[in-house]
């Protein structure tokens, strides 16, 4: 089993920053990466980007590219996700995830593993 716990969350304006983290445990080396989804109120949950522990290959989804990085740590088995310039409509609930799988999914069906989610909220 692998756990995965996010944090950074919380209220920021309109073009402020926040950085997520989410530390996984357990049996890490059974995954591949780790992806970050959201989902706001009445919506689908969806894809904002993923990243790979071996090689680092990163992908986004086109809604935040230029604004968000993803990284990792191996060491401390953390993957972060920088966001900048934060909008209105990027508030949502922030997960991330593990992917047992070498494929860079962006699909959260993917996934095998799920951490309880963070809130962000971005004010006007």
């Known amino acids: 089993q692998v756990q995965l716990v996010e944090s950074g969350g919380g209220l920021v304006q309109a073009g402020g920053s926040l950085r997520l983290s989410c530390a996984a445990s357990?049996?890490?080396?059974?995954?591949?990466?780790v992806g970050w989804f959201r989902q706001a109120p009445g919506k689908e949950r969806e894809f904002v980007a993923r990243i790979s522990w071996s090689s680092g290959n990163t992908h986004y989804a086109d809604s935040v590219k230029g604004r968000f990085t993803i990284s990792r740590d191996n060491a401390k088995n953390t993957v972060y996700l920088q966001m900048n310039s934060l909008k209105p409509e990027d508030t949502a609930v922030y997960y991330c995830?593990?992917?047992?799988?070498?494929?860079?999914?962006?699909?959260?069906?993917?996934?095998?593993?799920w951490g309880q989610g963070t809130q962000v909220t971005v004010s006007s």
């Open positions: 995830a593990a992917d047992s799988s070498p494929l860079m999914s962006t699909s959260s069906g993917r996934y095998d593993y």
């Open positions: 357990g049996r890490t080396f059974t995954t591949y990466g």
